[in-house]
């Protein structure tokens, strides 16, 4: 397991490292492990000469409406997990076989969709279409079907509210499953790449994946500065990954996914 970790690691050891790099020293015979001159020169041109700071304001508006959206999926699933109304067991077929369709499939209806709304090369557009996510609606139904209904109508004799059950009885029970998917929402939306560059054609909605993808067309030959633009992009998911990692092992356990 340790060679094996190691052989994983050289990838992202040599991308850290060579973002600290001169340009001149990341293609030196032989290679070094450790910057001899070591800067952070690569990192300062990324939000001088490129609009970084553009493109980290725009993932950093997506992941915080992809947590609004996580309410929003955390109320559906609550709802098919306790509450019975006409068509629950349809929906829930039809919600589960969304997750079988390839995103690629429904790019192009949600695209006319929203360029019939006007929302096309907007924020919104781009927002919007992640809100909704079946996979994080089955794992709030899954796990939100443990809680027992005695202490929800106990709560309602009580006289509280339905929102108040809510937020106030069952967001602090699920934190388990909030935690899971707060990570996985998080990563999701750092990573937020092809619908931003599908539906935005004006550069100052891109997100940190797309303006990635530029560095890499624009300085193509500059591999320092693309190690120091793919570090700024992969350092956060490790570290977020490396410290939450069994909340999602747990997460996933406790959702029925054994």
């Excluded at 967001?171 to 899971?180: E, G, L, R």
């Amino acid at each position: 397991m340790l060679i094996g970790g190691i052989l994983v690691s050289i990838p992202f050891i040599w991308m850290i490292s060579s973002s600290f790099k001169p340009e001149s020293e990341v293609l030196a015979i032989p290679p070094t492990i450790i910057p001899d001159n070591p800067t952070i020169e690569n990192y300062i041109n990324l939000f001088t000469n490129m609009n970084f700071a553009v493109y980290l304001r725009n993932t950093i508006i997506i992941v915080l409406f992809s947590f609004l959206g996580l309410l929003f999926n955390a109320m559906a699933g609550y709802g098919f997990a306790k509450y019975d109304f006409n068509g629950k067991e349809k929906l829930f077929y039809v919600v589960l076989a969304t997750m079988m369709i390839p995103g690629q499939v429904t790019m192009i209806p949600v695209y006319l969709i929203l360029n019939y709304m006007g929302l096309t090369n907007t924020m919104a557009g781009i927002i919007l279409p992640g809100l909704a996510v079946a996979f994080s609606i089955f794992l709030f139904r899954q796990f939100m079907t443990t809680i027992p209904n005695d202490l929800l109508e106990a709560a309602r004799l009580d006289g509280a509210g339905e929102f108040f059950i809510f937020f106030r009885l069952v967001m602090p029970i699920a934190k388990p499953i909030f935690a899971v998917q707060g990570i996985l929402t998080f990563i999701a939306g750092w990573n937020s790449f092809l619908w931003p560059l599908i539906i935005a054609n004006d550069e100052s909605l891109y997100t940190l994946s797309v303006g990635l993808s530029l560095l890499q067309g624009q300085y193509a030959n500059n591999y320092a500065l693309q190690m120091a633009g793919a570090a700024f992009m992969v350092v956060p998911i490790i570290i977020i990954f490396a410290f939450f990692q069994k909340y999602i092992v747990e997460g996933f356990t406790m959702s029925g996914l054994k």
